[in-house]
């Protein structure tokens, strides 16, 4: 029993079936550690990014080190740390926002290079044509520029949230009933492991197949020549 | 603290750690080659088994994987009268591979695909058969185009071996979180554990692009 639902062992599919619910309970927390880790992340990065592209080199070198440690360095290991040592500062936090805090860090360090890429894939040609024109600077970011960014930003950060989602088991460790660690319990419980786990690898196909078809369809649908921001 | 004092155990970690990378990147490079020729295969068999176990191992998380690998697997072994107890260094490098083999496939198959097509027709031409055309036209020039994602991937793999210390294996985030429940010194033992992987991601990135200026020669020049 869990979150006070009985499971029936009668077969395999039985218990399967009986079991779902409570792995549903689990899902819906991997679901929401996955979106609050992406919208950590996704605002982490693009201040990583501002950083990175600051002009002076006092600035930009440390942020650039800093991306690099993030992505060299394992979510496991950066979860434990900020499990531990945070409390030790005083910043005590639920275990569920450390978790997605952690997702958050890791995942900045990649998006930040998406946000890069997605505004160097802008021709200098434009800036230098807009300059010409005698725009200010700030108008040829937020009309020029950042229009036809946003369109190329969206689906990599989109690829991002499914990878964050498959990272998400590794906050069991900190004890979130998420998925698997919720197949987990079930399987010590109930001394069967391979029903509850291969239920969790069919529920994360499905999720994937699902988010994955959703990016392809943002990305061929956005437009590519830019979104009129006004 | 005396920091000099946990580098013993941490050592004998990172020892284990780098073994399973290096054996779990080498066998998932074998994995990426046989899904993703598999993949572009003529019979169809063997193509639906490539995208089945490409989609598999890419749709759901490592840990997962892990997870079923070393967990119910044996039970599912049970069921079927066999032994499939798999010790945690097998369940986790086989787990690694396969997770770096489904990525490495499309990268493989992507490669391959980069050949141009004008490529295979001359090579029809000479009376090549398709398995010379194959290691003998498309690899080798499709290697070169592959090595930069095969190396965010071996760096990749290198992070995840931290999971492998979840099943009890003990390599360096296991040996950490050992010292860590000795000395209840928390900031230094994570620091130098971030600091060590860190360095070890660094040695591994420079081995590669070394690798990769090296198979960089293997592209076709100016035709």
């Known amino acids: 029993m869990l979150f006070g639902i009985e499971w029936n062992t009668a077969n395999d599919w039985v218990f399967a079936w009986s079991i779902l619910p409570i792995l549903l309970r689990g899902l819906i927390v991997t679901i929401e550690a996955t979106l609050l880790g992406f919208v950590v992340g996704a605002a982490l990065g693009l201040v990583l990014a501002a950083l990175k592209s600051v002009r002076f080199r006092l600035i930009s070198w440390p942020a650039r080190v800093f991306t690099e440690f993030l992505r060299d360095t394992p979510l496991l290991v950066q979860l434990f740390f900020l499990y531990y040592v945070l409390p030790e500062y005083g910043l005590v936090l639920p275990a569920f926002l450390t978790g997605a805090l952690a997702l958050g860090v890791q995942y900045s360090a990649y998006m930040s290079e998406v946000y890069r890429a997605g505004l160097e894939s802008i021709t200098r040609g434009q800036v230098e044509a807009a300059r010409a024109l005698d725009i200010s600077p700030l108008r040829i970011f937020t009309v020029v520029i950042l229009p036809q960014a946003i369109p190329r930003i969206i689906p990599a950060l989109g690829n991002y949230l499914v990878s964050i989602m498959k990272d998400v088991p590794v906050l069991s460790v900190v004890s979130i009933l998420e998925l698997l660690n919720v197949a987990r319990i079930i399987g010590d419980r109930s001394f069967n492991y391979m029903v509850p786990l291969t239920l969790v690898g069919v529920l994360y196909l499905i999720l994937t197949l699902v988010a994955s078809a959703g990016v392809r369809y943002l990305d061929e649908h956005l437009p590519k020549r830019g979104i009129p921001l006004h | ?223």
């Open chain 2, 1 to 223: 603290m005396d920091w000099l004092s946990y580098l013993n155990p941490l050592m004998q970690g990172a020892w284990v750690t780098i073994r399973l990378a290096l054996y779990s990147t080498l066998l998932g490079g074998m994995f990426s080659f046989l899904f993703g020729i598999g993949r572009l295969s003529g019979s169809a068999p063997c193509r639906w088994a490539s995208i089945a176990m490409i989609e598999i191992f890419r749709g759901t998380s490592l840990l997962v994987q892990l997870f079923w690998l070393f967990f119910a697997l044996p039970v599912l072994g049970q069921a079927l009268g066999l032994d499939l107890r798999l010790p945690p260094v097998v369940a986790g490098t086989l787990a690694l591979s396969l997770n770096i083999g489904a990525y490495g496939a499309e990268v493989v198959r992507g490669a391959l695909q980069a050949v141009p097509h004008s490529q295979h027709e001359a090579a029809k031409a000479l009376d090549f058969t398709p398995r010379q055309i194959l290691w003998r036209i498309s690899i080798p020039q499709a290697v070169p185009e592959m090595m930069p994602s095969f190396s965010n991937l071996a760096i990749q793999n290198l992070k995840d071996t931290a999971l492998v210390s979840l099943i009890g294996l003990g390599d360096l985030a296991f040996q950490a979180e050992r010292v860590r429940n000795f000395t209840q010194d928390s900031v230094g033992v994570y620091t130098l554990l971030l600091l060590m992987y860190f360095g070890m991601a660094l040695v591994l990135a420079g081995l590669l692009r070394l690798m990769e200026t090296r198979v960089g020669r293997w592209r076709a020049r100016g035709i």
